[in-house]
């Protein structure tokens, strides 16, 4: 992957698949109810129709959620990856809220009594209970995800979703002696090949990635870079990564005052090829404070890497736009060319609120003079207000030729979205990355 265009087919290939393998239930549970009979057989096939794709979804949801390094590279990195489980996550919840809505509407023509006996049969029949227990313990852990319930804690929501396998199973219960939506024995092969890959995909997250994708690392330094914001050196076994992607650590320092025993993502700062691993973090939780005063000497676990921000080996014309702690792809981007050698065509705009802030300003401006090609544009908030297409325009006159990469946060992000499209540059060469994994 070693070009631009060849990570748009590896991610267009990948999206393929998973759109064909979205598309491909309903379809089918549709094909096999078709026409049907009777005055309520509309209402029959779409209930049919929502339990199969819903199911289907949610599997295949489970199926994204593992975390195997590399295994998000194809589809554009581990944050894109998961925004299409997101998306799949939620169109199973709502398409499995409709199927009993749409299976009882079946019936309506009978009267309250058969729609009631749709929704609570009799205590023996039991696959239709089944079912309202997935749907109840889908309802626990999707909640929090939704906005309206306000931002839940990191820890709390990792935990809850672990309740998707136990709905998971729920729904293949429901749905195994309910095969009337598609045909047998393509209904068995079907949900015992979703079931299969969904199970070891929770098998790896819940338990063996802690065993086999888990490193072991030293913290050797705490480096202060400002107010709040440290880089960590941790030394262990090497570890192969591109500039821009990032790892979750686990520290395990007992004098920590929150994290302890916690995996969380950060961004590495370090060159690929360096020797020791390097980790910058900023106060932006309880978890992330603590380790601005975790204990040189400490153990460290480290998984990953994930991601795909930067072009692993690109050096098409790019605009690099970093602000605050979202500057450290760049960094490492930056190590990484100076580290390499040779020529590149990319303009880095180092966006903070003022100096004291801009912790590696002084670092990337000394490499900027032995990297042919790399030019460093500074701007603070507190002097220059926010940036202006005036400000892009000056210092990137050839903007609308550029790859335009915007790291920080989600303010910084819109607002450059807005500048590059009013200069010209298409959606295809912008490409935005804020630290959001909940």
Same mark, same amino acid.
């Given at each position: 992957?070693? $070009?631009?265009?060849?990570?748009?087919?590896?991610?267009?290939?990948?999206?393929?698949?998973?759109?064909?393998?979205?598309?491909?239930?309903?379809?089918?549970?549709?094909?096999?109810?078709?026409?049907?009979?009777? #005055?309520?057989?509309?209402?029959?096939?779409?209930?049919?129709? $929502?339990?199969?794709?819903?199911?289907?979804?949610?599997?295949?949801?489970?199926?994204? #959620?593992?975390?195997?390094?590399?295994?998000?590279?194809?589809?554009?990195?581990?944050?894109?990856?998961?925004?299409?489980?997101?998306?799949?996550?939620?169109?199973?919840?709502?398409?499995?809220?409709?199927?009993?809505?749409?299976?009882?509407?079946?019936?309506?023509?009978?009267?309250?009594?058969?729609?009631?006996?749709?929704?609570?049969?009799?205590?023996? @029949?039991?696959?239709?209970?089944?079912?309202?227990?997935?749907?109840?313990?889908?309802?626990? +852990? &999707?909640?929090?995800?939704?906005? +309206?319930?306000?931002?839940?804690?990191?820890?709390?929501?990792?935990?809850?979703?672990?309740?998707?396998?136990?709905?998971?199973?729920?729904?293949?219960?429901?749905?195994?002696?309910?095969?009337?939506?598609?045909?047998?024995?393509?209904?068995?092969?079907?949900?015992?090949?979703?079931?299969?890959?969904?199970?070891?995909?929770?098998?790896?997250?819940?338990?063996?990635?802690?065993?086999?994708? =888990?490193?072991? @690392?030293?913290?050797?330094?705490?480096?202060?870079?400002?107010?709040?914001?440290?880089?960590?050196?941790?030394?262990?076994?090497?570890?192969?990564?591109?500039?821009?992607?990032?790892?979750?650590?686990?520290?395990?320092?007992?004098?920590?005052?929150?994290?302890?025993?916690?995996?969380?993502? @950060?961004?590495? #700062?370090?060159?690929?090829?360096?020797?020791?691993? =390097?980790?910058?973090?900023?106060?932006?939780?309880?978890?992330? *404070?603590?380790?601005?005063?975790?204990?040189?000497?400490?153990?460290?676990?480290?998984?990953?890497?994930?991601?795909? +921000?930067?072009?692993?080996?690109?050096?098409?014309?790019?605009?690099?736009?970093?602000?605050?702690?979202? &500057?450290?792809?760049?960094?490492?981007?930056?190590?990484?060319?100076?580290?390499?050698?040779?020529?590149?065509?990319?303009?880095?705009?180092?966006?903070?609120?003022?100096?004291?802030?801009?912790?590696?300003?002084?670092?990337?401006?000394?490499?900027? =003079?032995?990297?042919?090609?790399?030019?460093?544009?500074? /701007?603070?908030?507190?002097?220059?207000?926010?940036?202006?297409?005036?400000?892009?325009? /000056? =210092?990137?006159?050839?903007?609308?030729?550029?790859?335009?990469?915007?790291?920080?946060?989600?303010?910084?992000?819109?607002?450059?979205?807005?500048?590059? *499209?009013?200069?010209?540059?298409?959606?295809?060469?912008?490409? #935005?990355?804020?630290?959001?994994?909940?």
């Amino acid at each position: 992957m070693s $070009s631009i265009s060849e990570d748009r087919v590896l991610s267009a290939s990948a999206i393929t698949v998973v759109a064909l393998v979205v598309l491909v239930p309903p379809a089918w549970a549709l094909w096999s109810a078709w026409p049907g009979s009777g #005055s309520n057989a509309a209402w029959r096939i779409a209930g049919q129709v $929502s339990g199969v794709a819903g199911l289907s979804w949610l599997l295949l949801a489970l199926v994204l #959620s593992v975390r195997v390094p590399g295994w998000d590279m194809p589809f554009g990195g581990l944050l894109r990856l998961w925004r299409i489980h997101h998306w799949l996550g939620a169109a199973s919840f709502v398409a499995l809220l409709l199927h009993p809505l749409l299976a009882s509407l079946a019936r309506a023509a009978d009267g309250p009594a058969a729609v009631l006996a749709t929704l609570t049969p009799p205590p023996g @029949y039991w696959p239709v209970w089944v079912g309202w227990a997935a749907l109840l313990v889908m309802m626990a +852990f &999707m909640a929090p995800t939704f906005s +309206f319930f306000g931002r839940p804690e990191y820890q709390r929501w990792k935990w809850l979703h672990r309740l998707s396998g136990l709905a998971a199973a729920l729904g293949l219960l429901h749905a195994w002696p309910l095969t009337a939506a598609l045909p047998t024995p393509a209904a068995f092969w079907w949900w015992a090949g979703l079931g299969a890959l969904a199970t070891a995909a929770m098998g790896w997250r819940i338990a063996l990635s802690r065993w086999l994708g =888990r490193r072991a @690392y030293v913290i050797t330094e705490v480096t202060p870079l400002a107010p709040r914001v440290v880089e960590l050196t941790l030394a262990g076994p090497p570890l192969e990564h591109h500039p821009g992607q990032f790892v979750y650590l686990t520290p395990f320092d007992s004098l920590l005052d929150a994290g302890r025993g916690e995996e969380h993502p @950060y961004t590495l #700062s370090s060159a690929p090829g360096e020797p020791h691993l =390097r980790i910058a973090i900023k106060d932006l939780g309880d978890a992330s *404070r603590a380790l601005l005063d975790v204990t040189p000497g400490s153990r460290a676990a480290v998984e990953g890497p994930y991601g795909r +921000f930067l072009p692993t080996a690109s050096r098409d014309p790019a605009l690099w736009i970093g602000g605050g702690i979202g &500057m450290t792809p760049f960094v490492s981007a930056a190590r990484a060319l100076d580290a390499a050698g040779g020529a590149v065509d990319t303009h880095l705009i180092y966006c903070a609120n003022d100096p004291s802030r801009a912790y590696f300003l002084a670092e990337l401006e000394a490499i900027v =003079r032995r990297v042919d090609g790399l030019v460093l544009h500074a /701007h603070f908030f507190a002097e220059e207000g926010p940036l202006t297409a005036a400000f892009l325009a /000056h =210092r990137v006159p050839d903007l609308d030729q550029r790859r335009v990469l915007v790291c920080g946060p989600q303010p910084l992000i819109d607002l450059s979205r807005a500048l590059a *499209r009013d200069a010209g540059v298409p959606t295809s060469r912008f490409l #935005s990355e804020e630290f959001d994994l909940l």
